[in-house]
């Protein structure tokens, strides 16, 4: 393994993050926020003269390949989870270090889960940064300086494929370099253009942006106490619904609809699978709530909006589903699971792999009626080969393990079962609210320092999909 390139591309990252803390300084200047300007400004320096020091000399073999990717993914994450978090600790805006890591991993991870009790006094600046985090982690910290920083197109390829969500990553265009530009301006475009339809709702300048934000990113951080609900506008409602949805899909189809390949992009199995689940989970949610509200139409509003947020993994709220019947809880927790597409934004195992899953538990059935069958994987038509087949599965169980063994250390934290086993769900899936305690009026508060690391490595390992995290712990054999 490259460990010299790894520690370079690494101290690249955590200068881009200095940089980046330029805005949230920038917010506490225009309000006034001393202490958190102190901070961020203190942080960022201090990242900014780091990277550079340990940069100022290239390594001379600067190979990378998928083991090298894996690795700076991984450690890039873990010191941006930290480094991060200094300007929440520092400005005595999150005075514990457990909690302000927490906070940050959630926010780069996109989870949106938070030990924040009272969310709104909080300065502005830290609110900025806790929707930025969102924004950054959405497309990937390593994206985002590939998307600036001149690379080589075979180690973009390999750092692409390391961060990227979902079974595959491939190119939009000839060279990796140019596709992760061209996916960052759809990202960018569609974030502006969220924001401005909010601001027509009537939705404050800083609440806009950051709800861009985070919708943009899936993570669910709002600078308001009661989330989106806090608006009291189905207007409101109705846009964070759309764009929650449209960062659920997977990017590449924005840029054939670009490209004048509307048509083709409509076609995708993919998104009308996830169009498919969202539909039926709200129709069912919709029949199963409208006693509670008293209207149709009022519950298909909340369902909708419920379904999309849990399936997007975004984690904002406009109704306490923890009141709900159990059989609209049941939906949304299995909704947890599914996530977006493959190349969104979104979290969870992701659209193409329960696919993927779902054809091959059909093929072995078939195959076991008729021994003697033939019977293919296929997604868009295609056949999908043995290797991304069995590599899902092999995913899948891993996965499920390492939920399986979170739980069970959480266990040891004391809380009651519903909201130790949706902690863990939440936290691997990256969706953010849970049921009980965790519910989308409450918080992570309650949980121990070390029970809070635990679920912030559980983010980590969903966001990444487990490898990048699991390199750091295997030795190759010579």
């Not at 009790?117 to 830290?126: G, N, Q, V, Y």
């Not at 339809?197 to 951080?221: K, N």
């Not at 490898?467 to 190759?476: A, K, S």
């Amino acid at each position: 393994m490259n460990h010299k390139m790894i520690f370079y591309l690494t101290a690249q990252i955590v200068r881009a993050v200095g940089i980046l803390m330029v805005f949230p300084l920038i917010v506490a200047g225009v309000y006034g926020e001393r202490p958190s300007a102190l901070a961020f400004a203190g942080v960022g320096i201090g990242m900014i003269l780091l990277g550079t020091v340990l940069t100022l000399k290239k390594p001379k073999d600067t190979s990378v390949f998928t083991r090298e990717g894996m690795a700076v993914v991984a450690v890039a994450w873990i010191a941006c989870s930290f480094l991060g978090a200094l300007p929440y600790f520092f400005s005595g805006e999150i005075p514990n270090l457990a909690d302000a890591v927490f906070e940050t991993a959630s926010g780069l991870t996109t989870t949106g889960s938070t030990i924040l009790t009272d969310i709104e006094s909080m300065s502005k600046s830290c609110l900025f940064w806790r929707a930025f985090t969102h924004f950054i982690g959405g497309m990937g910290v390593l994206i985002l300086m590939l998307a600036i920083l001149p690379q080589s197109d075979t180690r973009t390829m390999h750092l692409v494929r390391a961060e990227s969500a979902g079974p595959t990553a491939g190119k939009l265009v000839a060279k990796m370099s140019s596709s992760v530009r061209i996916l960052y301006g759809i990202y960018i475009a569609l974030t502006l253009t969220e924001m401005i339809l909010l601001l027509c709702g009537g939705m404050p300048f800083f609440d806009a942006i950051t709800t861009a934000f985070s919708t943009a990113g899936t993570g669910g951080f709002s600078c308001r106490a009661g989330s989106i609900a806090d608006y009291g506008s189905a207007y409101v409602d109705g846009v964070v619904t759309v764009f929650m949805l449209l960062f659920s899909v997977n990017f590449t189809l924005y840029f054939m609809v670009v490209t004048g390949k509307g048509l083709q992009a409509l076609k995708n199995e993919e998104l009308h699978v996830l169009l498919g689940i969202a539909a039926v989970a709200t129709i069912l949610i919709t029949g199963n709530i409208t006693s509670v509200y008293g209207s149709l139409l009022k519950a298909f509003r909340y369902a909708s909006f419920q379904v999309m947020t849990i399936i997007s993994t975004a984690g904002f709220a406009t109704a306490d589903y923890t009141e709900w019947p159990f059989f609209s809880q049941t939906i949304l927790m299995v909704l947890m699971f599914v996530g977006g597409c493959a190349g969104s934004t979104g979290g969870g195992l992701k659209v193409m792999r329960i696919m993927v899953l779902f054809k091959s538990a059909l093929k072995e059935i078939r195959c076991t009626l008729s021994p003697r069958s033939v019977v293919v994987v296929k997604c868009d038509g295609r056949a999908v080969p043995k290797e991304v087949v069995h590599g899902i599965g092999y995913y899948f169980i891993v996965f499920m393990f390492l939920l399986a063994v979170s739980v069970l250390l959480l266990g040891l934290d004391g809380h009651d079962v519903p909201t130790t086993v949706t902690a863990v769900i939440t936290c691997m899936n990256n969706v953010g609210p849970g049921l009980n305690e965790i519910g989308p009026s409450g918080n992570f508060a309650g949980f121990s320092a070390w029970a809070k690391l635990l679920l912030s490595a559980d983010m980590l390992l969903g966001r990444l999909e487990i490898y990048p995290l699991l390199v750091l712990f295997t030795v190759r054999k010579k």
